[in-house]
């Protein structure tokens, strides 16, 4: 099993981004694929979520209205849309698989199989 995220990379702020969530080895029938961050010396924060059924769980406040979810089954791959960023985004992006979440999404804690991290800076 292999998550593989990328799209990171500098931008300004008010700029935007997409990142990109890569899964092989297993299928993503049933999976719940969430987004979560880690900003430098702070603990690692759940973002979003979104089922296999493509229905969406927001677990932070701060990024709503700002990030979008989505996935595409075919290609095993989901995405992270960031827009309106802010330097207070930057951190390090990961993506997890829930495989128990049988077509919703769950707390930011069952997570099972993640990806390695791409950086993402906000700054001008």
């Known amino acids: 099993v292999q998550l593989q995220a990328s799209g990171g990379g500098l931008v300004q702020p008010g700029g935007s981004l997409r990142l990109s969530c890569a899964v092989s080895?297993?299928?993503?029938?049933?999976?719940?694929i969430g987004w979560f961050r880690q900003a430098p010396g702070k603990e690692r924060e759940g973002l979003l979520c979104?089922?296999?059924?493509?229905?969406?769980?927001y677990y932070a406040d701060s990024v709503k209205g700002r990030f979008t979810i989505s996935r595409d089954n075919a290609k095993k791959t989901a995405y992270l849309q960031m827009n309106r960023l802010k330097p207070e985004d930057t951190a390090v992006y990961y993506c997890?698989?829930?495989?128990?979440?049988?077509?919703?999404?769950?707390?930011?804690?069952?997570?099972?199989?993640w990806g390695q991290g791409t950086e993402v800076t906000v700054s001008s």
């Open positions: 997890a698989t829930d495989r128990f979440a049988a077509g919703g999404c769950r707390g930011p804690y069952e997570y099972d199989y």
């Open positions: 080895g297993f299928t993503l029938d049933g999976s719940a």
């Open positions: 979104i089922s296999s059924s493509d229905g969406v769980t």
